[in-house]
């Protein structure tokens, strides 16, 4: 028996899942493609000098994106919290080892109050990790560029806009108006922009640091991705010897996900034009079910990402579909933040032509029960 034999949810008592939910974490994000699965082999297989593995692979991560300098880190969690640590410390070796050090007093990092949200864990969670305080700006349903401005303070250490669909949308800044206040009070701008699809346009919209997911949009390993201001970047780096020992990412995943980022570049990700192609026949067949509606909705930040939306009419709930669809040895993993309005959303981006087959099967067996 292989090794890959012997690796099956039986060996392990687990379920097999079906990610109609998108890239999430909880369910282990992404699949890898082989390239990128054989350099996490060599990575594993080989020994390197760490220290120049990390700066050679962010050299050539920024040159593919045109940009100063990139680090690849363990998560884009890993990525608030040191890059924030790395603003505080400005590069004092002394802070690296004493991040919480009273003799650093300058820690607020201003965020959109709308902004400040939980995705997993909340993002001042990461940036109290980093060192940092949280300094909400607006309100919850708006902020505007005055509300940033207005919470600048001499203790001000950076600003830190979240890209995110978890995040309020409405009557929100843009990423270039806060770019345009950063500039003007001489702060670094953050962007957490984890699953966003787009590798170059947060720089150009003037983001000195902005994070990504390895295992999102990319599909690399469990990772993440800091690009920006080269003396920014030398400082994230140097939490490697702070806060970041405890996030340290290993060799195979950093060769992994360098290689699914220049293949992520050179063949791009599904079109939506391809995604809505494939959403036709199984809105089809979900309409096919009574007590369900199905049809095609955009992401809700706007990405190119299309995906079926379930309106369920009875005679169940449609928190009561979500809990029976995650049942059985079979798990049927959906988005469902709005299931308590009923609404159910399926993202197809990880889900082929017969597990489409399967949610239809399993979702008209529960309606017809």
């Not at 080892?97 to 995705?119: F, M, W």
């Not at 607006?138 to 207005?150: L, V």
């Not at 995110?164 to 806060?178: D, F, G, I, R, W």
């Not at 490697?240 to 293949?263: C, H, W, Y």
């Amino acid at each position: 028996m292989t090794v890959t034999e012997g690796i099956s949810y039986q060996k392990y008592g687990l379920k097999e899942v079906i990610n109609a939910s998108g890239k999430m974490t909880i369910l282990g994000v992404s699949k890898v493609s082989d390239n990128v699965l054989a350099a996490q082999q060599f990575g594993g297989q080989h020994f390197f000098e760490m220290s120049d593995l990390v700066i050679q692979t962010g050299r050539h991560i920024a040159q593919l994106l045109e940009v100063e300098d990139a680090i690849v880190v363990s998560s884009a969690s890993a990525g608030i919290a040191q890059s924030v640590a790395g603003i505080i410390g400005q590069g004092d070796l002394f802070h690296a080892y004493h991040p919480y050090t009273k003799k650093v007093s300058r820690r607020e990092i201003i965020v959109p109050k709308g902004h400040n949200v939980d995705y997993g864990t909340p993002v001042e969670v990461m940036v109290g990790l980093g060192g940092g305080k949280i300094v909400e700006a607006g309100y919850a349903n708006m902020c505007h560029a005055e509300h940033i401005e207005m919470m600048v303070t001499p203790e001000t250490a950076a600003i830190l806009y979240i890209k995110s669909h978890h995040t309020v949308q409405k009557s929100m800044l843009s990423v270039a108006e806060a770019a345009a206040i950063a500039k003007k009070y001489q702060l670094p701008l953050i962007v957490d922009a984890a699953a966003e699809e787009d590798l170059e346009k947060y720089t150009a919209e003037g983001a000195n640091l902005v994070i990504y997911s390895g295992g999102k949009a990319i599909e690399g390993p469990t990772s993440g991705l800091v690009i920006g201001d080269a003396t920014l970047i030398e400082w994230v780096r140097l939490q490697t010897k702070g806060i970041g020992r405890a996030m340290k990412v290993g060799k195979e995943n950093i060769l992994g996900f360098t290689t699914a980022i220049e293949d992520y570049i050179q063949n791009d990700s599904e079109s939506g034009h391809a995604m809505k192609a494939r959403l036709q026949p199984f809105l089809a067949d979900l309409n096919t079910i009574a007590g369900i509606e199905a049809t095609e909705e955009q992401d809700g930040a706007g990405r190119d990402i299309y995906r079926a939306k379930v309106a369920v009419n009875g005679p169940v709930t449609a928190l009561e579909v979500v809990k029976q669809l995650k049942e059985g040895q079979l798990a049927i993993y959906t988005r469902e933040y709005r299931a308590n309005n009923g609404v159910i959303e399926f993202d197809i981006r990880a889900v082929n032509q017969y597990e489409m087959t399967q949610i239809v099967e399993r979702l008209r067996s529960i309606l017809n029960n």
